[in-house]
């Protein structure tokens, strides 16, 4: 039977809940055909059964990213899509299998990058994320961790916390400086006194 008919618009839901439960399923059997079957669909004509493939595909990668790793490329493809929630998807992806897959991700960070300016704040989170799973790759870390640096000194906000809190544990000795300047050089920009609280602690963390 096609996984295909497992899927929320197959069984006639908008609800989530029935994608979620196959990914489970799927990642319960190290289903490998299902995954293949899933990513072959990413360009089916109907909008419903690729918007599901992808929303199943990437949540089996939360949970078992070495179930869909090997389809790096063809999520760094997506990223092309025109289609919000198949762009957004794709990189959430490609942030689940940045540690597994680094030999074809960081070769892609320009377009990763120049699609997260564009996109959606998740689609610019999971860049983030995958610049911070490339840095803790010794042969990358230098270009990631300048880009982050970059990354750093644009981010809303609203996400800078999240952004510091989760590179922290990367920062290498020599750069700590640096990470902390570019934090600093934030503080003012941050209104939420919660916001900016989180990002105080991170800089204390690494003085």
């Known amino acids: 039977m096609s996984v295909l008919t497992k899927l929320s618009s197959s069984l006639g839901s908008k609800i989530q809940k029935a994608n979620r439960d ?15 079957e899933l990513v072959e669909n990413l360009e089916n004509k109907n909008k419903n059964i690729h918007s599901d493939c992808i929303k199943v595909l990437y949540e089996i990668g939360e949970q078992k990213p070495e179930l869909i790793a090997l389809y790096a490329k063809e999520f760094i493809e997506l990223l092309n899509s025109k ?21 074809i991700i960081y070769p892609a960070l320009g377009k ?18 995958i610049l911070i799973k490339l840095c803790s790759v010794k ?25 510091a809190e989760n590179a922290a544990s990367i ?25 900016r609280r989180r ?3 991170v800089i204390k963390k690494l003085s």
């Open 22 to 36: 196959l990914a489970k399923q799927i990642v319960a059997k190290s289903d490998a055909t299902a995954v293949k």
């Open 199 to 201: 990002v105080e602690k």
């Open 139 to 163: 042969a990358y870390y230098e270009k990631a961790f300048s880009l982050l640096i970059g990354e750093l000194k644009t981010a809303p906000t609203n996400q800078l916390p999240m952004y």
């Open 83 to 103: 289609n919000n929630r198949l762009q957004w998807g794709a990189m959430t992806a490609l942030d689940s299998i940045a540690s597994l897959q680094p030999k």
């Open 171 to 195: 920062v290498t000795e020599k750069d700590k400086m640096l990470f902390i300047k570019t934090l600093l050089s934030r503080i003012a920009d941050i209104e939420s006194d919660t916001k």
């Open 112 to 129: 990763i990058l120049d699609i997260s300016k564009e996109g959606s704040v998740i689609t610019r989170d999971h860049a983030v994320g």
